[in-house]
């Protein structure tokens, strides 16, 4: 079952804004080589500067970026960030080692072209202006992953004053986890969930959600309203994850000797979004909707389902009769709710998982 969004698309966003960000590193080294080049008596015009800067940058992005981010990306965003940008550093430099020398072959100058390409300061300048490029990149990648998709609102600013928000929230908790962890052992079962983690990631990613927190085996995965009930992105979410486990779980009962299975619980309601912390800041969410979507994830086990959602947020899915199936388990009192709440489980038609 796919996502609403595909990976080729969300990688391709990417792709084309890393090409954008290359774009305006161009022009901005333009404007600084047109004024050198202005007080050194050339009086080449701005545009040809612009031009030959800003469509190579542009190729470099489009290059770089969309290697790193199809290809490279997902085998070296496990590796400490030091390896993962040298490795790409050599990769940067073989590429433009290559393209200093495939320039003047064209031009009919390939006279001893490796000794000269390795002697010239302007092939040194070059690799050392998109090495840097490419470490930004891939820390702004990075920086994208640790915020889980929040970065740009962290960096703009945006929580820095408490604001209200009408968000989606889902609780994934794994089934029989203090069994397991008896089971395995407290270091297998750590490298249990790291790998549980990482498989659960693109789903989240896919589906425009944000991570918010890990608490032992438990994850908190957030929307926004309008994202979260596009397409049933917060449903699709969960079903992604379901299908993922499933094709992965011959490695895990070979490897831990279980297939984990989880549980989630999803509500919705209006929370109050801030930024708190002075060292190591943190985006938080308060409300009623957080521990609602809680409590209702720890009524899975009673009722004997994998997934529960509130009435209020089956209502704004609005799901098409012909696509989902729906069915009501009751009004359950939720620890800390004055009213019980209806609850439903929810499956997409012809679902094999």
């Not at 796919?2 to 990976?7: F, V």
């Not at 050198?36 to 992005?61: E, K, M, T, Y």
């Not at 979507?293 to 994998?306: F, K, P, R, T, Y």
């Amino acid at each position: 079952m796919a996502t609403t969004l595909s990976k080729f698309q969300r990688r391709a966003q990417r792709t084309l804004s890393i090409a954008f960000a290359w774009l305006l590193a161009g022009a901005a080294t333009a404007f600084f080589h047109w004024v050198v080049a202005r007080s050194l008596g050339d009086h080449s015009s701005l545009q040809s500067f612009v031009s030959f800067h800003g469509w190579r940058s542009l190729l470099w992005g489009l290059l770089g970026g969309g290697v790193y981010i199809f290809f490279l990306r997902d085998r070296l965003r496990s590796l400490p960030f030091s390896k993962a940008f040298l490795i790409m550093s050599l990769l940067v430099l073989a590429t433009v080692l290559v393209y200093h020398l495939l320039i003047p072959n064209l031009v009919g100058e390939a006279t001893n072209a490796w000794s000269t390409a390795l002697r010239e300061p302007w092939m040194w300048a070059d690799f050392i202006y998109r090495d840097v490029l490419m470490g930004a990149t891939m820390i702004m990648v990075r920086l994208n992953d640790q915020f889980a998709t929040g970065s740009s609102g962290f960096l703009l600013g945006r929580y820095a004053k408490p604001r209200q928000e009408l968000r989606i929230f889902m609780f994934l908790d794994m089934r029989s986890s203090t069994s397991i962890a008896e089971q395995i052992g407290d270091t297998r079962y750590f490298q249990l969930l790291n790998e549980l983690f990482t498989d659960i990631t693109d789903p989240v990613i896919y589906s425009e959600g944000e991570i918010y927190q890990y608490v032992g085996d438990e994850i908190s995965v957030s929307w926004d309203l309008r994202k979260g009930i596009k397409g049933q992105r917060c449903l699709r979410c969960f079903f992604a994850i379901r299908e993922k486990l499933a094709k992965r779980a011959a490695h895990y009962n070979k490897r831990y000797g279980i297939v984990p299975v989880f549980k989630a619980g999803l509500h919705y309601g209006q929370v109050t979004t801030g930024e708190i912390g002075l060292i190591k800041k943190q985006t938080i969410f308060s409300g009623d909707a957080v521990n609602t979507a809680a409590h209702i994830q720890s009524s899975c086990n009673e009722l004997g389902v994998d997934l529960l959602l509130s009435k209020d947020l089956l209502d704004v899915l609005a799901l098409a009769p012909d696509k989902w199936t729906s069915r009501s388990m009751g009004e359950v009192h939720l620890k800390g709710k004055r009213r019980n709440v209806l609850l439903f489980t929810v499956e997409p038609m012809g679902s094999k998982v």
